[in-house]
């Protein structure tokens, strides 16, 4: 039900009429009315113009859908944005203040939308993955990103050149609407964002909007930026680049774009932790050596760093100052080889893994003869337990067979819990069998 019929008794239609039949009393009452068509008086004045005004404005609000339907719902007062100059009456106050505080009736009919103070956009983030080579030297970056900005052909209205966003009839300019949730064995009135206008209080319409963005009121715009990495940096740090980010038509400024670093998988360097955050990282690698390096030194070139230096590291002979056997799982360290980071660098920590000789050594080494020559120097063989000491204790002592590990086990044998094998017959439905007794 229409709250008042005032603008449709001034175009002489009903509330319901469609809006070809509105059309058509409009160029009726305005070609009555028309200033030119209107003779002076008898004192000669100019002829009152305000019948055709009054019918350009009750045409001008019913033939826009949605203010028309805020016409009917709310009266003229809605349909001009406000309370039309003359305020609330005592009654429509209280009304009002109930309806706020206690949730019984809908907000104040407003179609004003609220106003928001603008803030910069929220920054936008990235992962930056880096070698561990631009992080140890340092690098000037350029990368392609894809950003939100206001829309340059409606400037962030959403609506083509000389139109505009209109007040929202759902949420009647406030942004939210009002639903009921239940909390307990209770209802309560809540606010929500206002699902037509996404909060904003205001519509283009479908005729009005900017064929630019489709009233998104942005667009997608690609940009090349141009960044320095610092050298040493960490994994997880992040380079911020003022005004990069995305745009909001609502915010006072477009946001700041945040790159956090990622290292990139190196074949030779791992990247270890660092202890503060302006504190260096250290590196680690790994240094393969031969059985003979491990056990009597070496004097070589062990690497190539991140920079292209090539470090030459030495390890004393036996009886010789420092000397030590390495093995595999020792670490050692190379000082202020590791990362750089505000004037001081971390350490280089190498981790020692010995190459036993293969087999083509030893077969060699067995055809000229080698052999006892080499067992003569190597340490002493493991001391065998006496096969008869074990039978005095009760023990029982088996040969067995040193095999090459098997990866497919389809045709192993299935096994009981003592260990034996059991005969392919004996495996039944899935499971091991029991002979019948």
């Known amino acids: 039900m229409v709250q008042e019929t005032k603008l449709y008794d001034v175009l002489g239609v009903s509330p319901d009429c469609t809006a070809a039949e509105l059309k058509k009393a409009y160029r009726s009452k305005s070609l009555q009315f028309h200033p030119d068509r209107q003779a002076p008086s008898s004192s000669g004045e100019a002829p009152d113009h305000s019948k055709f005004q009054e019918i350009q404005n009750a045409y001008e609000t019913l033939s826009d859908p949605e203010r028309r339907d805020e016409y009917d719902h709310f009266g003229e007062k809605g349909a001009r944005g406000g309370m039309g100059g003359g305020g609330m009456d005592e009654d429509e106050f209280m009304n009002s203040f109930m309806d706020q505080m206690f949730g019984s009736g809908p907000p104040p009919s407003s179609s004003r939308p609220r106003q928001r103070r603008k803030t910069q956009t929220p920054p936008s983030t990235i992962d930056l993955h880096l070698t561990l080579e631009e992080l140890y030297c340092g690098c000037t970056k350029t990368i392609a990103i894809e950003r939100i900005r206001t829309c340059s052909g409606c400037k962030g209205t959403g609506a083509k050149p000389g139109k505009q966003a209109k007040p ?35 519509r283009v ?78 590196l680690e690698t790994t240094l393969s050596l031969t059985l003979s390096e491990s056990l009597l030194g070496f004097s070589r070139l062990i690497l190539l760093h991140l920079d292209g230096r090539a470090l030459r590291a030495s390890s004393p002979s036996p009886g ?63 001391e065998d337990l006496s096969k008869q000491e074990l039978e005095k204790e009760g023990r029982d002592v088996e040969e067995v067979e040193l095999e090459e590990r098997r990866e497919n086990h389809e045709d192993q044998s299935w096994y009981h819990g003592n260990g034996r094998a ?16």
């Open 168 to 202: 929202c009839v759902k949420c009647s300019g406030q942004g939210q609407t009002f639903a009921m949730r239940t909390m307990g064995s209770y209802m309560v009135r809540q606010p929500v964002m206002c699902s037509a206008c996404e909060g904003r209080g205001l």
């Open 205 to 282: 319409r479908d005729q009005d909007q900017c064929k630019k963005c489709k009233a998104s009121r942005t667009q997608k715009e690609k940009k090349k930026v141009e960044f320095v990495v610092e050298r040493g940096m960490h994994a997880g740090e992040v380079i911020v680049l003022k005004g990069e980010g995305d745009e909001s038509p609502d915010s006072s400024a477009p946001g700041d774009l945040h790159l956090t670093i990622l290292p990139l998988p190196h074949p030779t360097f791992t990247l270890l932790p660092s202890l503060g955050s302006s504190r260096p990282s250290s």
């Open 422 to 437: 059991t005969d392919e017959d004996d495996y039944e439905g899935g499971q091991p069998g029991c002979a019948q007794q």
């Open 320 to 382: 010789q100052l420092g000397w030590r056997v390495l093995k595999t799982g020792d670490e050692v360290q190379i000082s202020h080889e590791g990362m750089w980071r505000k004037g001081s660098t971390g350490d280089l920590i190498v981790k020692i893994e010995v190459e036993m000789p293969g087999e083509e050594w030893a077969m060699g080494l067995a055809e000229r003869g080698g052999t006892d020559t080499l067992r003569g120097l190597l340490p002493p063989r493991r």
